[in-house]
């Protein structure tokens, strides 16, 4: 049974990806780890695509985990099931080193590394029904997948450690009023479509190059932030139809 399904939409530059377990409300385990992984390597590999929406079959956008198949059967060393863990993350960490613009589409729970999936995306489009939850520490469990540097990255250190220690299952208002998504529709997935398309009929590179720019800004501070802008801006304003742009009938 495919647990993942990768599509173009009706834009050419437009890749959907979703997560088609809907029976096991889109657990990754290790089929749909493996799956998840090859397709995003198929978008990464593919020259045509510009935007990758990222959504759920269902009723759940993920729930995480498939903790069954990850803890069951005998108690192994520590050392195993770390990298056990590590396999599983890489499988959506993938999706947020992509240099083209990811949109997560959450129509429902999105819990665990459900939720981390859905951080890994550029942008998260909620609907009516999505909920957003750490709940590790709801069964003693440590958060795994980058939960902790999404969180603080989003909410900073206090808000972050709240909702860790509390095992918070945040509504979508809620994570809506923190900022952990960009907008709450009845339709995340029809949004997300309509952001896509309109991000896909931008310049490719200068789309790669904003987001690395976003991501400087994000990490490095103004100097750093400033420098690759100069590059960046120089570089976007060599192209003849920008200059165009810029000096209309001047030239």
Known sequence: MQTVSLRTADH?????????????RNAI??????ELAEA???????????????????????S?????????????????????LEDIYRSFLAVRDLDLVTIAAVQGP?????LNLAM?????????????GATFTRIGLHPGGGCTFFLVDALGPQRAMQILLDGAMLDAARAHELGLVLDVVDDPLAAALAA??????????????????????ASSGLDASVQYEAWAQAASASDPAVLAALLGDRR
């Open 120 to 132: 890994c995306c550029d942008q998260r489009i909620a609907g009516p029904r999505a909920r957003f």
């Open 12 to 24: 050419p530059g437009v890749r959907v990806l979703t997560l088609d377990d809907p029976d096991r």
């Open 64 to 84: 995480g985990a498939h903790l069954d198949e990850i803890f069951g059967g005998p108690i192994r060393p520590v050392s195993q099931t770390r990298r056990d």
């Open 110 to 114: 999105a819990v665990g590394a459900g």
């Open 196 to 217: 896509a398309h309109r991000y896909a009929d931008l310049d490719p590179l200068l789309v790669r190059h904003v987001k690395q720019s976003v991501r400087i800004a």
């Open 40 to 62: 995003v390597s198929a978008v990464a590999t593919d020259r045509d695509a510009r935007v990758l929406v990222v959504t759920g079959a269902g009723s759940a956008f993920c």
């Open 29 to 34: 385990g290790a089929v749909m780890k493996r």
